[in-house]
Protein backbone atom coordinates (compact mmCIF):
# COMPACT_ATOMS: atom_id res chain seq x y z
CA UNK A 1 0.00 0.00 0.00
CA UNK A 2 1.72 3.61 -1.27
CA UNK A 3 1.57 5.43 1.80
CA UNK A 4 1.99 9.48 1.55
CA UNK A 5 5.83 9.21 2.77
CA UNK A 6 6.18 6.93 -0.07
CA UNK A 7 4.60 8.98 -2.93
CA UNK A 8 6.44 12.47 -1.47
CA UNK A 9 9.36 10.74 -2.04
CA UNK A 10 8.76 9.71 -5.93
CA UNK A 11 7.69 13.77 -6.11
CA UNK A 12 4.61 14.43 -4.85
CA UNK A 13 3.49 17.08 -3.34
CA UNK A 14 0.34 17.10 -1.72
CA UNK A 15 -2.27 19.91 -0.64
CA UNK A 16 -4.76 18.47 1.42
CA UNK A 17 -6.87 20.42 -0.11
CA UNK A 18 -7.37 17.64 -2.52
CA UNK A 19 -4.98 19.02 -5.14
CA UNK A 20 -0.92 17.51 -6.29
CA UNK A 21 1.80 18.62 -7.72
CA UNK A 22 3.89 16.35 -9.40
CA UNK A 23 7.58 16.25 -9.83
CA UNK A 24 10.80 14.00 -10.33
CA UNK A 25 9.51 10.26 -11.53
CA UNK A 26 5.62 10.77 -10.70
CA UNK A 27 5.98 13.26 -12.85
CA UNK A 28 7.79 11.79 -15.90
CA UNK A 29 5.53 8.31 -15.17
CA UNK A 30 2.40 10.61 -15.74
CA UNK A 31 3.34 12.10 -18.85
CA UNK A 32 3.70 8.29 -20.01
CA UNK A 33 0.38 7.39 -19.09
CA UNK A 34 -0.78 10.18 -20.99
CA UNK A 35 1.17 9.06 -24.02
CA UNK A 36 -0.09 5.66 -23.12
CA UNK A 37 -3.76 6.65 -23.47
CA UNK A 38 -3.20 8.13 -26.82
CA UNK A 39 -1.60 5.74 -28.23
CA UNK A 40 -4.52 3.46 -26.93
CA UNK A 41 -6.44 6.29 -28.70
CA UNK A 42 -4.64 5.62 -32.10
CA UNK A 43 -6.51 2.68 -32.22
CA UNK A 44 -9.36 4.83 -33.23
CA UNK A 45 -7.74 7.51 -35.55
CA UNK A 46 -8.85 9.89 -32.97
CA UNK A 47 -8.05 13.82 -33.53
CA UNK A 48 -6.44 15.80 -30.99
CA UNK A 49 -8.66 18.41 -29.07
CA UNK A 50 -7.84 20.75 -26.81
CA UNK A 51 -10.43 23.33 -24.45
CA UNK A 52 -9.78 26.08 -21.75
CA UNK A 53 -10.35 25.11 -18.28
CA UNK A 54 -13.51 26.66 -18.14
CA UNK A 55 -17.43 26.08 -19.52
CA UNK A 56 -19.93 28.33 -19.59
CA UNK A 57 -22.51 26.71 -17.35
CA UNK A 58 -25.47 26.85 -20.24
CA UNK A 59 -23.17 24.50 -22.02
CA UNK A 60 -23.67 21.30 -19.02
CA UNK A 61 -27.38 20.29 -19.87
CA UNK A 62 -28.78 19.31 -16.67
CA UNK A 63 -25.11 18.54 -14.65
CA UNK A 64 -25.85 21.56 -12.59
CA UNK A 65 -28.65 20.19 -11.22
CA UNK A 66 -27.62 15.89 -11.17
CA UNK A 67 -24.13 16.95 -9.39
CA UNK A 68 -24.34 20.66 -7.37
CA UNK A 69 -22.23 19.20 -4.61
CA UNK A 70 -19.37 18.10 -7.19
CA UNK A 71 -19.49 21.46 -8.97
CA UNK A 72 -16.36 24.27 -8.80
CA UNK A 73 -17.25 27.75 -10.05
CA UNK A 74 -15.14 30.19 -11.67
CA UNK A 75 -16.03 33.42 -9.59
CA UNK A 76 -14.62 37.43 -10.11
CA UNK A 77 -15.22 39.90 -7.93
CA UNK A 78 -17.89 42.78 -9.46
CA UNK A 79 -15.61 44.59 -11.14
CA UNK A 80 -17.16 48.37 -10.27
CA UNK A 81 -14.55 50.87 -8.70
CA UNK A 82 -16.35 50.92 -5.34
CA UNK A 83 -17.01 46.96 -4.84
CA UNK A 84 -13.14 46.54 -5.73
CA UNK A 85 -11.80 49.26 -3.23
CA UNK A 86 -14.24 47.68 -0.34
CA UNK A 87 -12.24 44.17 -1.20
CA UNK A 88 -8.88 46.10 -1.02
CA UNK A 89 -9.50 47.87 1.81
CA UNK A 90 -11.09 45.14 3.74
CA UNK A 91 -9.52 42.54 5.70
CA UNK A 92 -9.22 40.37 2.44
CA UNK A 93 -9.01 37.03 4.30
CA UNK A 94 -10.97 36.12 7.49
CA UNK A 95 -9.27 34.80 10.08
CA UNK A 96 -10.05 31.01 8.65
CA UNK A 97 -7.56 31.93 5.51
CA UNK A 98 -11.36 32.16 3.52
CA UNK A 99 -11.65 35.29 0.79
CA UNK A 100 -13.40 38.01 2.19
CA UNK A 101 -15.86 38.75 -0.64
CA UNK A 102 -17.72 41.66 -1.71
CA UNK A 103 -19.91 41.82 -4.20
CA UNK A 104 -19.41 39.13 -7.01
CA UNK A 105 -20.16 39.00 -10.94
CA UNK A 106 -22.37 36.96 -12.41
CA UNK A 107 -21.12 33.89 -12.22
CA UNK A 108 -21.35 32.56 -16.02
CA UNK A 109 -18.68 29.45 -16.03
CA UNK A 110 -18.04 25.96 -14.18
CA UNK A 111 -14.46 24.73 -14.14
CA UNK A 112 -14.44 21.50 -16.03
CA UNK A 113 -16.26 18.33 -14.65
CA UNK A 114 -15.54 15.79 -17.00
CA UNK A 115 -12.88 16.41 -20.40
CA UNK A 116 -15.50 15.33 -22.53
CA UNK A 117 -17.89 17.78 -22.46
CA UNK A 118 -16.04 19.79 -24.09
CA UNK A 119 -16.43 17.97 -26.86
CA UNK A 120 -20.04 17.91 -27.15
CA UNK A 121 -20.37 21.78 -27.06
CA UNK A 122 -17.38 22.01 -29.66
CA UNK A 123 -19.79 19.72 -32.22
CA UNK A 124 -22.77 22.02 -31.65
CA UNK A 125 -25.30 21.46 -34.50
CA UNK A 126 -22.60 19.20 -36.64
CA UNK A 127 -24.59 16.90 -39.47
CA UNK A 128 -21.87 13.82 -39.21
CA UNK A 129 -21.04 11.65 -42.48
CA UNK A 130 -19.15 9.17 -40.57
CA UNK A 131 -18.55 8.61 -36.97
CA UNK A 132 -16.29 11.06 -35.18
CA UNK A 133 -13.45 9.95 -32.69
CA UNK A 134 -11.49 12.55 -30.41
CA UNK A 135 -9.13 12.80 -27.70
CA UNK A 136 -8.93 15.40 -25.40
CA UNK A 137 -6.82 15.99 -21.88
CA UNK A 138 -8.20 18.79 -19.03
CA UNK A 139 -7.79 19.24 -16.00
CA UNK A 140 -10.81 18.28 -13.93
CA UNK A 141 -13.14 19.77 -10.75
CA UNK A 142 -14.87 17.51 -8.64
CA UNK A 143 -15.35 18.69 -4.75
CA UNK A 144 -15.62 15.57 -2.50
CA UNK A 145 -16.36 15.09 1.26
CA UNK A 146 -12.83 13.93 1.57
CA UNK A 147 -9.48 13.77 0.07
CA UNK A 148 -6.74 10.79 -0.71
CA UNK A 149 -3.20 11.69 -2.52
CA UNK A 150 -3.77 10.82 -6.24
CA UNK A 151 -6.56 8.53 -5.10
CA UNK A 152 -9.09 11.07 -4.96
CA UNK A 153 -8.55 14.44 -5.68
CA UNK A 154 -10.27 18.11 -5.73
CA UNK A 155 -8.51 18.61 -9.55
CA UNK A 156 -7.11 15.87 -11.37
CA UNK A 157 -6.44 15.29 -14.47
CA UNK A 158 -8.34 13.40 -17.55
CA UNK A 159 -7.71 11.82 -20.55
CA UNK A 160 -10.81 10.85 -22.60
CA UNK A 161 -11.60 9.29 -25.92
CA UNK A 162 -15.04 10.42 -27.12
CA UNK A 163 -16.99 8.11 -30.36
CA UNK A 164 -20.23 10.51 -31.83
CA UNK A 165 -22.08 8.42 -33.81
CA UNK A 166 -24.90 5.82 -34.12
CA UNK A 167 -26.03 3.40 -31.42
CA UNK A 168 -24.38 1.02 -32.79
CA UNK A 169 -20.80 2.56 -34.07
CA UNK A 170 -20.99 3.65 -29.59
CA UNK A 171 -21.57 0.23 -28.90
CA UNK A 172 -18.56 -1.23 -31.28
CA UNK A 173 -16.32 1.41 -29.72
CA UNK A 174 -17.11 0.48 -26.30
CA UNK A 175 -16.88 -2.86 -26.66
CA UNK A 176 -13.23 -2.11 -28.33
CA UNK A 177 -12.17 0.42 -25.87
CA UNK A 178 -13.12 -2.22 -22.84
CA UNK A 179 -10.76 -4.64 -24.59
CA UNK A 180 -7.94 -2.39 -25.45
CA UNK A 181 -8.10 -1.57 -21.72
CA UNK A 182 -7.83 -4.89 -20.23
CA UNK A 183 -5.27 -5.70 -22.72
CA UNK A 184 -3.29 -2.96 -21.54
CA UNK A 185 -3.77 -3.76 -17.85
CA UNK A 186 -2.34 -7.43 -18.61
CA UNK A 187 0.85 -6.19 -20.53
CA UNK A 188 1.38 -4.02 -17.57
CA UNK A 189 0.67 -6.66 -15.24
CA UNK A 190 -1.75 -4.42 -13.66
CA UNK A 191 -4.98 -6.30 -12.68
CA UNK A 192 -8.36 -4.84 -13.11
CA UNK A 193 -12.04 -5.93 -13.09
CA UNK A 194 -15.22 -4.41 -14.92
CA UNK A 195 -18.05 -3.28 -12.47
CA UNK A 196 -20.96 -1.56 -13.49
CA UNK A 197 -21.40 1.42 -11.44
CA UNK A 198 -23.86 4.61 -11.26
CA UNK A 199 -22.76 8.28 -10.95
CA UNK A 200 -22.92 9.92 -7.94
CA UNK A 201 -26.11 11.98 -8.14
CA UNK A 202 -27.17 14.36 -5.29
CA UNK A 203 -30.36 13.02 -3.66
CA UNK A 204 -30.05 9.97 -5.47
CA UNK A 205 -33.25 8.10 -3.95
CA UNK A 206 -35.27 10.91 -5.82
CA UNK A 207 -33.25 11.47 -9.07
CA UNK A 208 -34.77 9.55 -12.38
CA UNK A 209 -31.10 9.01 -13.93
CA UNK A 210 -29.94 7.42 -10.90
CA UNK A 211 -32.90 4.95 -11.01
CA UNK A 212 -32.29 4.39 -14.60
CA UNK A 213 -28.62 3.75 -14.18
CA UNK A 214 -29.58 0.69 -11.74
CA UNK A 215 -31.86 -0.86 -14.31
CA UNK A 216 -30.18 -0.34 -17.68
CA UNK A 217 -26.13 -0.26 -16.71
CA UNK A 218 -24.31 2.85 -19.18
CA UNK A 219 -21.62 3.18 -16.83
CA UNK A 220 -18.55 0.61 -16.39
CA UNK A 221 -15.50 1.13 -14.44
CA UNK A 222 -12.10 -0.89 -14.21
CA UNK A 223 -11.23 -1.00 -11.12
CA UNK A 224 -8.28 -1.65 -8.89
CA UNK A 225 -7.77 -3.51 -6.13
CA UNK A 226 -11.03 -3.68 -5.74
CA UNK A 227 -12.47 -0.42 -5.03
CA UNK A 228 -10.02 2.41 -7.49
CA UNK A 229 -11.83 3.16 -10.89
CA UNK A 230 -9.04 3.79 -12.97
CA UNK A 231 -10.72 4.04 -15.78
CA UNK A 232 -14.54 4.44 -17.00
CA UNK A 233 -16.67 3.37 -20.09
CA UNK A 234 -19.97 5.54 -20.32
CA UNK A 235 -22.39 5.42 -22.71
CA UNK A 236 -24.47 8.49 -23.02
CA UNK A 237 -27.24 7.16 -25.76
CA UNK A 238 -28.30 10.63 -27.82
CA UNK A 239 -28.49 12.95 -24.23
CA UNK A 240 -25.57 14.88 -25.23
CA UNK A 241 -26.82 14.17 -29.51
CA UNK A 242 -30.02 15.62 -28.59
CA UNK A 243 -28.98 18.89 -26.03
CA UNK A 244 -26.37 19.84 -28.90
CA UNK A 245 -27.72 19.42 -32.03
CA UNK A 246 -25.48 16.73 -33.65
CA UNK A 247 -27.13 14.26 -35.91
CA UNK A 248 -25.55 10.73 -37.28
CA UNK A 249 -28.03 9.27 -40.32
CA UNK A 250 -30.73 11.73 -39.79
CA UNK A 251 -31.10 11.32 -35.77
CA UNK A 252 -29.76 12.47 -32.85
CA UNK A 253 -25.86 11.20 -32.20
CA UNK A 254 -25.27 8.78 -29.95
CA UNK A 255 -22.03 9.42 -28.13
CA UNK A 256 -20.03 7.27 -25.34
CA UNK A 257 -16.78 8.12 -24.00
CA UNK A 258 -13.47 5.85 -22.39
CA UNK A 259 -12.31 8.06 -19.70
CA UNK A 260 -9.33 7.77 -17.94
CA UNK A 261 -8.06 9.40 -14.04
CA UNK A 262 -4.51 9.84 -14.50
CA UNK A 263 -3.51 10.09 -10.67
CA UNK A 264 -5.15 7.17 -10.11
CA UNK A 265 -3.29 5.33 -12.47
CA UNK A 266 0.38 6.57 -10.87
CA UNK A 267 -0.98 5.14 -7.38
CA UNK A 268 -1.93 1.85 -8.66
CA UNK A 269 1.43 1.84 -10.82
CA UNK A 270 3.37 2.20 -8.06
CA UNK A 271 1.45 0.18 -5.41
CA UNK A 272 1.27 -2.65 -7.96
CA UNK A 273 5.48 -2.71 -9.14
CA UNK A 274 6.78 -0.23 -6.40
CA UNK A 275 8.35 2.58 -5.74
CA UNK A 276 11.63 1.82 -8.06
CA UNK A 277 11.64 3.80 -11.18
CA UNK A 278 13.37 0.76 -13.11
CA UNK A 279 11.04 -1.79 -12.04
CA UNK A 280 8.13 0.12 -13.64
CA UNK A 281 6.54 -1.33 -16.63
CA UNK A 282 6.99 0.42 -20.35
CA UNK A 283 3.57 2.00 -20.93
CA UNK A 284 4.23 3.35 -24.17
CA UNK A 285 5.01 -0.26 -25.85
CA UNK A 286 2.38 -1.91 -24.10
CA UNK A 287 -0.24 0.44 -25.38
CA UNK A 288 1.04 0.17 -29.29
CA UNK A 289 0.74 -3.49 -28.85
CA UNK A 290 -3.32 -3.30 -26.87
CA UNK A 291 -3.89 -0.49 -29.56
CA UNK A 292 -2.83 -2.81 -32.64
CA UNK A 293 -5.96 -4.24 -34.41
Not at 20 to 34: F, I, K, N, V
Not at 124 to 145: K, P
Amino acid sequence: MNTLTDLTGLGLRWDPSGQAGLTGPLLALADDCDRAFQRLASRWRCREEAYPATLPATALHGHLRSFPHQVTFATALDSTDDNLAAFADGPVLDRDGAVALTRTAPVTAVLTPAACHHVYSAHQGEQLLTAVHVTTRNTCFRRESSYEPLRRQWTFAMREIVCLGTAEETASFLAEARAAVDRFAVLIDLPVDWTSATDPFFRPERHPGHLLQRIQPVKHEATYGGSLALASANLHHDHFGSACAITRDGAPATTACLAFGVERWLYALVDRHGTEPGGWPDLLAAAGQAAAR
